[in-house]
């Protein structure tokens, strides 16, 4: 039994919400750990959290992970839990922003419409699904309770759309998108490092092309691997290929914006 919650929003810490939730939880399932990952989304980002809940299961793929950033709250979408192939239980809103940490562990190997009835007997605030469906819910699987305890089944392929799609390999070039920028504007790229050999970009240098930048880059394991204020490419903790620069701020140097597109190739 897991007994971990990784808990990721765009609560903010101002108000309430966060410590709330973290209430709820633990007077479901007093054997509850929260853990958590980060409440500093921008709102209503579906995009960042997507981002952030993928490098939280890659980082704890043994956690239950409750991901709330949910802009249609109470508008009819769908609460969830999903299972994933790895075993890991995402708990969140269908607006696609489980998908992407399902992806890294495994694909969707179920998924559930949660019932708010089956996690709490009062109705749920339509302004506060976290308190009042997600945060129960979670606490229900880390006491032991089985998802189809929690809804009905429902078919995957029914999910909302993740905010950001898979990379295509063509043509010499692994083609994808910026996810985000880290807070010292480092840029990562939805390259996962499961899939880094398997495409040949472990090479010394990369060609990394952004916007109008083509960049030759040397592909090192650390930061400091190059010179003060030069580029490099490397795998950053949360596992996805990532443009940096040491003591520098990528974004900045580049123009780049979470969103546009990226090619990459090994250069020999």
Not at 40 to 62: E, H
Not at 149 to 154: C, Q, T, V
Request: charged share 20%.
């Amino acid at each position: 039994m897991q007994s971990i919650i990784a808990f990721a929003s765009d609560f903010g810490l101002e108000d309430t919400w966060v410590g709330v939730c973290h209430a709820v939880i633990l007077r479901a399932c007093p054997l509850a750990q929260v853990v958590d990952l980060g409440h500093q989304i921008p709102p209503f980002d579906i995009r960042k959290g997507a981002a952030m809940a993928a490098s939280g299961v890659y980082q704890l793929p043994d956690a239950i992970h409750l991901i709330v950033v949910d802009p249609g709250v109470g508008g009819g979408r769908r609460d969830l839990c999903i299972v994933t192939g790895q075993g890991t239980r995402l708990v969140g809103p269908d607006n696609g922003v489980l998908l992407p940490a399902a992806w890294r562990a495994g694909g969707v190997a179920d998924a559930y419409a949660l019932d708010s009835t089956k996690v709490d007997h009062r109705g749920p605030l339509p302004t506060f699904h976290a308190r009042d469906v997600l945060a129960p819910a979670a606490a229900a699987l880390a006491c032991g309770v089985e998802p189809a305890a929690l809804g009905e089944r429902i078919d995957p392929e029914s999910l909302v759309e993740a905010p950001f799609g898979r990379y295509v390999a063509e043509g010499g070039y692994v083609r994808g998108e910026v996810l985000e920028a880290d807070r010292f504007g480092s840029l990562r790229f939805n390259i996962p490092v499961e899939d880094i050999d398997d495409l040949g970009l472990r090479t010394p240098t990369i060609e990394v092309g952004l916007g109008h930048n083509n960049l030759t880059v040397p592909f090192m394991r650390t930061f400091s691997d190059v010179p003060e204020g030069e580029p490099v490419a490397l795998v950053d903790s949360s596992g996805w290929l990532t443009l940096s620069v040491n003591m520098g701020n990528a974004m900045d140097r580049y123009g780049v914006q979470p969103g546009m597109h990226v090619r990459v190739r090994p250069l020999p």
